[in-house]
């Protein structure tokens, strides 16, 4: 497995009914990447606002990281994992 | 003495577990997380012998088919952080650790029911929220609640009552009593003694003699007896900071900029528990796997960056005079007094209250805005060498434990 880094601002289409954030598609370099399963959250609580953590698996079988900064509810696309 | 419950939860197969939940094509298959040795393995590794402390090299030749991954410490403390809080709801006290805490039970019956139950419930929502499975033992002290859950690994629950203790202890093997490390059992095994139970028949005074104070603890936990609180609020015996680095180096201003980084946040932890440091150690481990130790004391015992830097640099000055480079380096704070306002020597008592009070200032930045929100002074030549975040650079093997 490989990681790779991206750490780029990106615009993610979110389901935030029940109170939690479920980010359901994203899009990167004018692609669309629907998420087909959320593997993983998690909530990192450093500084006044935290960040909520996700790891999605997307249709094409990529596992992303993405997360939301509660500070300006921008979200960010973190990394990509690659086979291999 | 009156009798307590202790649930011990204690997570499965930690960094690994995480890493295959947040990637599920690592699931089934043997993963390692960790950066010259073992870490963590997930249960597939562990099939082919490998286990926490092995050294990569012979991990790759035990099961050449590993995932090995280095590992993300923040990822894995926002875990920890979820389930010890799930803990804090069924117990009054939790001593939470790196992968495990214990939760006082004791008397909360009328709250949240019968212990059994009530560990039932913690891991259903544990796994409900995070995917992880951990598992749990209960007994009626620290020590029998770990070795009840030892029992049931992974995913399992426990219980062993005050009277089942003696029992239990008796078959198994020396080295599970809390207490006996690697020396005191190579001591018992060199005198026949092979299980908990065959330990009994020695006299108090003859442990004590052979253990010092450990002998006396020993001669109570042989027999399921264990006096150790659920201490909420842990003081350490020591903090260590410590790390590989990405390359091996022999460049004295990286190696004392990582110096300067380990020891910011060594400090920063101390300062967070309260505590003040009278020991530093400075810990180097070259390429060729030779490693040096040394460790003084400070005039005064302080938690301020500028003055356990100062005999940290030292003491790397004295250690680090072999031409060869290194491949990590340590900064280790122990000998803690509590609650002790920063001093200085006599002269310069006004200055030393400012600088603490300077770095209390930094903390509380810090504590707003991230550890990675300040750097300083040497810590900056790492800057473009390590990767940033807001807790900070990305250590390559950061320290979970204090």
């Not at chain 1, 959250?41 to 996700?54: A, E, I, N, T």
């Amino acid at each position: 497995m490989r990681l790779e880094r991206i750490d780029e601002a990106v615009a993610v289409r979110a389901d935030f009914r029940g109170g939690t954030a479920t980010p359901l598609a994203f899009w990167r370099r004018g692609r669309e990447h629907r998420v087909v399963r959320v593997n993983a959250r998690w909530l990192d609580r450093v500084g006044q606002h935290p960040c909520f953590y996700f790891s999605v698996t997307v249709a094409s079988g990529d596992v992303f990281e993405l997360h939301l900064r509660g500070a300006d509810l921008v979200w960010r696309l973190d990394s990509v994992s690659l086979e291999g | 003495m009156r009798e307590g419950t202790v649930l011990h939860v204690d997570i499965d197969a930690f960094f690994a577990a995480i890493e295959q939940l947040r990637d599920p094509r690592l699931a089934g298959r043997p993963v390692i997380v960790g950066a010259g040795c073992i870490a963590s393995c997930s249960y597939e590794a562990r099939r082919f012998g490998l286990r926490a402390g092995m050294a990569l090299s012979e991990a790759r030749r035990l099961c050449p088919e590993a995932v090995i991954l280095e590992g993300h410490a923040q990822v894995y403390r926002c875990f920890a952080e979820q389930i010890f809080a799930r803990c804090r709801e069924v117990a009054p006290a939790v001593e939470s650790h790196l992968d495990e805490a214990y939760c006082d039970l004791t008397g909360t019956d009328r709250l949240h029911g019968e212990p059994l139950e009530a560990a039932r419930r913690l891991k259903r929502r544990i796994r409900d929220d995070t995917g992880l499975t951990v598992t749990c033992g209960i007994g009626p002290n620290r020590m029998l609640a770990k070795l009840a859950g030892k029992t049931v690994k992974p995913d399992g629950l426990a219980r062993i009552a005050a009277e089942e203790a003696e029992s239990f202890l008796t078959e198994r093997p020396i080295e599970q009593l809390s207490g006996v490390g690697h020396a005191h059992a190579k001591t018992l095994r060199s005198m026949n003694l092979k299980t908990i139970g065959q330990l009994r028949a020695l006299p108090i005074e003859l442990l004590e003699a052979l253990f010092g104070v450990v002998g006396r603890l020993l001669y109570e936990r042989c027999r399921g007896r264990d006096t150790a609180v659920v201490s909420e609020r842990e003081i350490p015996l020591s903090i260590s900071r410590e790390t590989s680095f990405r390359r091996d180096t022999a460049d004295r201003t990286e190696v004392e900029g990582m110096l300067e980084y380990l020891a910011g946040r060594a400090c920063r932890t101390a300062r967070e528990l309260d505590i003040t440091p009278r020991t530093v150690a400075v810990r180097l481990r070259y390429t060729d796997g030779e490693s040096a130790e040394q460790a003084r004391s400070l005039r005064v015992p302080s938690a301020t960056d500028p003055v356990v830097l100062e005999l940290a640099l030292e003491l790397l000055r004295r250690l680090f005079r072999r031409r060869a480079s290194l491949h990590a380096v340590g900064l280790i704070l122990s000998n803690f007094s509590s609650h002790l306002a920063e001093q200085g020597a006599l002269l310069d008592e006004a200055e030393a209250g400012r600088r603490a009070a300077l770095y209390r200032a930094f903390d509380g930045v810090r504590s707003a805005y991230g550890h990675g929100v300040l750097v300083s002074g040497r810590a900056l030549h790492l800057k473009g060498k390590l990767d940033q975040d807001r807790h900070g650079f990305v250590l390559r093997t950061p320290s979970l434990t204090k």
